[in-house]
Structure formats: structure tokens, C-alpha cells
């Protein structure tokens, strides 16, 4: 009797570090199960993965394709051109896709079974649409974090409310009868009912409208585009295009651990009762192949290895790791603030400055031999880490962050206490969980002072309240462990992802 051929599924990735990583985990994960994937990325990221020879294609059943992005290779593919990437990228591949999608269903050009399924980043809307509309069923797999989509999700109820953007403050007229009267009332109530932008409104109030997150969740905790002046911004238009369409999804898959987000979950399924909890997925990956070969190299930096070799001479616990991702882009006024704030605790640290880390031109070049010069002592600086190994060394004690997805999991997976210093979308969410739900980090969120810097590493590393933060921090590891292991709530989600997509129930 012949054996079925096995099943395929297309995963289609975007084109950003935060994204990519997490992704090509889940793509691993579906292969080692005995899936067929087929990764799709762009052609730009492609050929910076290594392109046929990207170290992922040696994993038996994972294949690597690419599609356009429609930009030319030296455009900056940074925080400041998000929107530029990803309307180029729509604009660009989505006949692409189709084709390919088509072609792969006639079993061209090697012969495989055609694609049942589609997993789709859930800021590739019109990727599901391309599918959708060839009658392959699509999931979409947010990236981010089950809260931040939470808060994601209800933006057009809060715009309907007139809670974003935000509303200016109140301000209050004495004033005596007659037509003065009247222009004041015209002019008191044209303030209340036109919601404006942030400046002198109170970001500390808390906001009514995201189910589960009453008494904690502030203005300055929702996503940043809350912070634009205009609902008619195209972020919040696009995010809002990007979200509302996950629940017509087959299923939902988020790169978290069910105990950490149970609350928003349950939320979260009575809109979409398939959803799959299946992260931290690089833990995952490791506990499920533990020779884990490939997509440690995922990275679309060059790691710069002598890092480990440094801490490996620090005492246990004495590193602050300063890393803010893929995308965030500083000030050099900020740069120094960090740079300052962190000399002053006194405390060793470990700091990432990509090279494009800096908004004004020139990039870190021209600041980077000034810092290094003063950093001797203490400090250590590369232009990009292996981080989940930086995370898991004995040597590091707190993580300085900018509250990126990945790296809020890649710290609470090893246990270490953050400082979280969000810049944009989700961080702003993210920040507000590690330090008010989760209770494993402090929130610095919108001051940039050395001493803020200063009093906020230190209430991570020094006294009381540090050695709380690290227990917390600790039990976070524990939990999320257990959850990656043999019958934990991760490896039962992606049993139950894989059973669901055989079966085609959803
Ligand atoms: C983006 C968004 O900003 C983030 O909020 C969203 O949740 C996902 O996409 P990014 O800003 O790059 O990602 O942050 P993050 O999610 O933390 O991802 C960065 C990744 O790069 C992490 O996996 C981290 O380990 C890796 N990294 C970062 C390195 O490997 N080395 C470094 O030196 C810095």
C-alpha cells in the first residue's frame, strides 16, 4: 500500500529579524514533527540567511523560497521604513505568491505534494487573501505576544470611544453668563469631544475597553500608534488591517507559553477558539531536538562570538546586558543618557550598538571608539550578540531591553530580570506585563536620564528588590521549562496544531 505523501504546509514569513526568527522556530518545529514546510521569505533576506546554503535547508523536510520585496538591496530596511518594506513587499510579491502557491499545487517545480495549509505572519494580511482566495486554508501566527495583540485587537473600539487617540486634557473656564458663555461652552465642548493627540493629556490613566486588563493597562501602555494624532494614521489603519483578520483564520498561533498569558487567553479564545500556544519556540525547537543544528543561525547579523568568551571572566550575576533589538534607532543625545547612566551604577555591562543603532547619519561609527574608550573598565561593546547565549550565561545578572517580543522571552526563558526601555508597537504592552503582571523587570517607559537609568539598573541588580525580581524571574524560568517539556502545555499545543492541520479541523 502506498504511503500518503506527507503533509505541506507554506509558512510565510516577514521580512524583519523579531519576525523571521520565530517563525523559521515554528517552521523547524512543524518539520521535526514530520511536516512538510516550505519557508518563504523575502529574496533580500534570503540571500543574508545564505540562500541554498542557509545552514535551516539541512533540516529534513525544510525547504527555503523567496519572493521580491520590490526594493532595491541597499535600502534601509529599518524602524524609520517599516510602512515603505511593507507596502512594497504587498505590492511586489503578491502575484508572486499566487503563482507559487499555484505552481506548488500542481506539484512544480520538484515534484511535491501541493500545499494544504498556509501560515501566514499576521502582518502579511494580503497573504491570506492570495490563499484564501486559491481555496487553501490559512493560519496566522502573531509573532508578538497574546497581550499586546489583545490591546491590538480593540484599538477601533477605543478610537469608537474616543479613548484614542488620546484626548486632551480638560481644561476649565470661569466665566460669567452672556455670549462669553456660549464660546466657552462651544469651545469646552469641541476640546472633550475631538480626541487629540497626546502632549499635556494624562498617560498615567487607565484605560477602559481592553477586557482583562482594568487597574493596570495605561494610556502610555497601549501600542505607540495610540500615540498618533489622527485615526486616520496609516500605522493604526494598517495594524488595525493587520489584526482584525486573524480571527477568520483557520487558527491563531502565538509564540508563548499558556501559564504566562492564561487571562488574556481565555479572552483571547472566546474570538478564536483555535488558538495555539506553542512558544517560547527556541526553547521548543531545543527540547524537541536537543542537536538542534539549525536556525540557531537565523541571525541576519554576524554574531560577534568574543562576547562570551568576556563574560566567561565576569562574576556570576554582575552583567547588565544592554541589547534593543533589530529595528530601534537612538538619538545620540539617548545614547549617552544610556551610556552614562549605566557607567554610573558602576556595574559591568554588555552592550549591543548595531551599526545603524544611531538615527543620525553616520550611524554609531563616529560615537563607538569615544564610548569604547570610556567603557575599558567596565564594559564591553559589539554590534551584535549571540543573545539567547548572552541571556543564558551565569555571568548575566539584569537585561536592559527595548521589550521586543523575543527578547522578553528570551529573558524570562533564562530567568533574568529586565529594565525595560520600550520603543514602539507592542513593546509599549510588553513592558507593562514584565513589570506589573509578571513582575520580572521595571518599566522605564518614555524617560531617558542617566540618573533614571542609573536608579532603574540598580533596583534590578542591588537589594531587595532585585532579589525579588530574580525569584520571580526564576519562577517565570521554571514555569516556561516545564512547558517545553515532556507533556508541557507547548509540546501539547504543537501536537495538537499538527493533528488539527492533518486533519484539516480547525
Ligand atoms: C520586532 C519588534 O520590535 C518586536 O516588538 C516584535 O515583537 C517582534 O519584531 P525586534 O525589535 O528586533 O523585533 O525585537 P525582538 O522581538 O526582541 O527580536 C530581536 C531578536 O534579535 C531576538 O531574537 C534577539 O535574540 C535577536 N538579537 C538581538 C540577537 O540575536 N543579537 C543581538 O545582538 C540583538
Redesign the pocket.
Known sequence: MALAPPLHVLAFASP????L?PMLKLAEALAIKGLLVTFLTTEHVYHRLGGADAPLCCRDGLRLRSVPDGLPADHPRLAGHLGEVMRSLRDTSREKYRELLVSLGKGEPDGLPPVTCTIVDAFLPFAAEVAAELGIPVMAFR??GPCSFWAYFFVPKLIEQGEVPFPAPILLFVCVGGFSNIVVWVVFLTLVRRPRAAEGCDMDELVRGVPGTEGFLRRRDLPSFCRAKDVNDPVIQATTLATQWNPRARGLIFNSAEPMDAAVLAHIRTLCPSTYTVGPLHNLVRALDPSHIATAAA?LWR?DRTCLAWLDAQPPKSVVFV?F????VLSRAHLLEFWHGLVNTHHRFLW?IRPDLLEETGGAGDVLPELKEGTKEKGYLVE?????EVLAHPAVGAFLT?S????TL?SISSGVPMVCWPFF???MVNSRYVSEVWRAGVDMKDICDRATVEKMVRAVMEGETAEKLRKNAAALAEMVRSCVGEGGSSRVSLEKLVRDTKLGVF
Open positions: 524583519l529579524q523579531g519576525h526568527s509573532t508578538s541571525g554574531e541589547s533589538g533589530s529595528l530601534t549591543v551584535w550578540a549571540p543573545q539567547q527595548h521586543g517580543w523575543n527578547s528570551e508597537f507592542d513593546q
